[in-house]
């Protein structure tokens, strides 16, 4: 058995984290941290966990951590991963850092998040954790930067296209919606019931940090350059992350039927056990991938106006964030890569 | 007063045509009809309206409403509207339907409803009531073609861009968002409420019906031609449509800021009791018009891009049906345009 | 025009306050206060009423506020109004309150609510608002304490039984369900959307405040004493109160039928414009009261078990706060009882 | 491996089954049928199963069932499962019954149920199968029925005091409130997702059918007789069911604490897997328990009025039906009765 902590088990991606670790096969769950609850149960917090995690919570100490746990997983605010990470690597822990600090290089971290980034040699270790297409690094690291839950959405129903050079890729549309979860279980007027329920908006537009995030990585797979207009938007709703993206087809593309392009996405994600490609007609529901690894993909050629429109869609706690940390782990480990992530959907 | 009915009182928009004619200071509620309830109190089928409306409701005949009404207020499921317009006009009733019969062109009706289009004669008679943009030609009309949930928010979000060739307006994309009653009270699998709850999809994508309402009327009002790719998704709630548009800046627009296209969007609307334009990087919600006949409206030159990003908001069974249609029959009534439409939000 | 005050606007019950009073014929809205938001627009803090109520927040002041308006609306956390309602009595204010501090004896407050109560001498002037019950001293008083939003459905739900001896009035059990809401706009984990949709709890089972005030008011009008059992239940929506409440059937009531209950409800409520008592075998629907100041009451005998079992619903933002409130006002001032409250469910 | 079949796998209790089965160690889901989808594949139903069950789904047959499968599995609307289970038991197939029939007597049957009752000596030999208070016989059964999902959290929350005389079991009072799910997939105006939202009802109040079934297996487990006041709730979520239960205190309770009461709840509940007895003061939530097999318990001694209040949830889907269905299946076969039962609850 490995040995792994969570760090900051008590929001909602830590808890997600915990959810998944204690009934991992291979990985035994040693440590919980959380600065703001230390020296309580973590089943006081969330007594739905009593009699399944009762663990007492610790405050963050790489020290302790080192000495408990092979693997840390880092689920924590956007900025705050910088400083814990260098403590942890030095004493030899695995990290994956659930948050934003790692995703990208260091002066796009400082545009969007408005933050110090970590320094480049740190950054530089990271490896960008979308395992679907970046399995061999992920293989050999012992550092992986977890990506974030729109992004994830987003470069898996995009990157097939991309990489493919079938839609220009400098002038896709994004428009995401998702889960309130997504935004924490911070307390703030924002995830009021009474102003989630019954409304709908979007938020930060034109200007959501994980922009740049879907930027350089789909540049990055894609092989070439990028430019998107990101929109976010807040649905009334806990779970599930739905990503309608919008390229105009170029080149050969331009005459390719719906089948033919679906033949693209099928191949590119025949082998995968999480991706699941819809047959034509068909088209994803945030619930049938609820509270699993799983990422659905619909798609569709409209010829009246040249561009192609896919739909993705991810639980955000799961594969948009401890799910796929954990298949993380399974690849880093060398265990099969659904080990403890074979989960029926809730439905419904 | 005059004298009105509604036939299709017991649909969603039928009982919220209701809802707002039983408070109106001019019009008089004098007959509902529903075939399928015929002879039985409205109040038995929406107990909420108990001592409110009691009226029975009728079967369908032209000749009745001839006798009890001068307008009568059409909602019903599309293809209905087509044979009764006729037989009520030529009684000299004045007709205000809602349904998608009348909005576009006899072809394009056949082309992407799949039923038989109404004659042109009739059709060419009916105004696009779409008051903000058509208001003159409805203050003189007898027959009404109320507009679209779905393009009300469009058109009315897009129109002051295109009109001013701000934007391209045949590479539009329009990303939108509705609740579950704009599918109307029918039953089925689709709006079981453990289908819809706690889900998000897209539905009839590159297919759904208001595709070419949109586009023809952004044609007519934008003085131009135009393409939209249309995308509809169903919200788990019950009121409410947000649209999100993205159109490429074009011309001098391209050098423009928020601020001088927010103008433009002030100057379109300042007057319009309806519309309010948001201030620059406040973003409209779908409650803060709920249960009211106003647009929000919010928007943001997105630089990186060379795009603009428009959000609109309407409750779709007021300012996407019941509402308007009471605006329009302020409107040819020659009464103020807010009478008995002066809702407060009910926030939250 | 009598000029009005909202003290405490930014919370729901004042915000509904606010929606209420703006539209009132013969009540002009002359002053809002926050003293958390002093100095801005009270449309900033509510973007739904842009262009509907764009008053200025004002800190509260007891000068100012006797000079501005002729009666205040008091809608405060419990404890706060009894240093304000002296304050503004002094000076001639008529006084509304929506809090808890005047509805029950001082030492029943100290008891339940842990805090200290208002003076005797100030309480014994507070006129208890339940309008269907206490019409006569409202109309003459110059203070109103407004009912709580669970005593309003309790008391009005079982007053005709308890004052007609027909139930055991010191065996009742109240078991209340309410949206959230009821529980205001400040932020905590108890309202966060994740933790309050598909879910649902008990809470202050056996120790709500609302119990004495409803054990309180059931003895008064109900002309003997009362004892019951009080649960609280958090609905995953936004407003809307249910109550179902279980009484022992006692004397002759042992032997009666539904129907000849039902008489004794409808011969209790039957002039009243906000009451209304569904025929045997159809139950009232939280939504078919919604957003107006309407209370809808069913019941049925249980012959097995020598029971009555009441059901009643009330929107707790307007019977249950601030339409009751206005229902007060009207009372007092001598106009129409339904002036400014003809509101139509609005449903779905 | 045992092989089992599902018969009626397309409802929720059926899909719920199957998620369970196809995760479960030891036994093989080897048919799922459906009359209504015959030659369909389940996934085609229920597209979240896509690459997980992607099973045909049969036309019920009782040769083929006995030919494929061991144990069967009922998860059919009332009155069905009676002409079904002689036919799978004489071909020597063990069933689990999820449906009323077997449930109570025939007599009590036909007047709750309106329907024929099956044969006695059928019924007879159904073991019920509230597994933590008859494991012994559920172990030895070859066919067993299914408790309810109303009764399931009754029982389970008042058996304790009422085998141990702590409460008149002649009076009780069980206010039950219920997700969605609990009334099926069919189609109706009453799970119409624009009426359940928002939205907060009583429904069969007073005739509901479980109401016989907790009395009876109150009588049978606690040894005595009972007669219960049963109101059942519809609330606007999918999943999850939570039992208010009133009792007055009898004998030696009258005098008992909260923590006394709360020993006898652990005493007999200490050593259940899936039960768990909240420490005094806190309260059991539906979400803590969603998506698993765990009933949570609540309660409280009321000082006041001599009664005890307990509150117990379940997820209706689990315990309340598919879950409890597996946990009898693992008592039946002698296997560890946690087996494919050790769920996590999924929260938020």
């Not at 106006?305 to 964030?321: C, E, F, P, Q």
Request: glycine letters at 10%; one cysteine or more; a negative charge.
């Amino acid at each position: 058995m490995i040995r792994v902590a969570v760090v900051g088990a008590t929001g909602y991606a830590g808890v997600e984290l915990v959810r998944l670790l204690v009934r991992h096969p291979e990985a035994e769950l040693a440590m919980v941290t959380s600065d703001s609850h230390a020296g309580i149960q973590l089943s006081r917090v969330y007594p739905h966990l009593t009699g399944i995690a009762d663990f007492e919570l610790q405050a963050f100490d790489p020290d302790r951590v080192a000495e408990e746990a092979n693997v840390a997983f880092l689920a924590l605010p956007a900025g705050l991963s910088s400083t814990m990470v260098p403590s942890l690597r030095e004493r030899g822990v695995r990290v994956i850092d659930l948050g934003g600090d790692f995703r990208i290089p260091g002066p796009l971290f400082r545009e969007w998040y408005k933050k110090d980034p970590p320094s480049d040699a740190v950054r530089e270790e990271a490896v960008y954790g979308l395992t679907e297409w970046n399995r061999e690094r992920v293989a050999g690291a012992s550092f992986v930067s977890n990506p974030g839950c729109y992004p994830t959405a987003a470069l898996l129903g995009l990157l097939p296209a991309v990489r493919n050079r079938g839609v220009e890729a400098d002038g896709l549309i994004i428009d995401a919606k998702s889960g309130v979860t997504g935004a924490g279980r911070g307390v703030n007027l924002g995830n009021h019931f009474a102003e989630v329920a019954e409304n709908f908006k979007a938020y930060k537009v034109a200007e959501h940090q994980h922009t740049p995030e879907i930027e350089y990585h789909l540049a990055v797979f894609g092989q070439g350059s990028a430019r998107v207009s990101f929109t976010a938007h807040l649905l009334p709703m806990g779970r599930g992350i739905l990503v309608t993206a919008y390229g105009t087809l170029t080149g050969e593309w331009r005459e390719w039927t719906t089948e033919r392009v679906w033949e693209v996405y099928q191949d590119a994600y025949r082998q995968e056990p999480f991706v699941r490609v819809q047959p034509a007609g068909q088209w994803p529901q945030t619930k049938e991938v609820r509270g699993t690894n799983l990422c659905d993909i619909g798609l569709t050629v409209e010829r009246r106006t040249g561009r192609m429109i896919v739909v993705s869609v991810i639980d955000n706690l799961v594969k948009g964030a401890a799910g796929q940390a954990v298949q993380n782990l399974n690849v880093m480990m060398g265990w099969p890569e659904t080990m403890g992530l074979d989960l029926v959907p809730m439905y419904p």
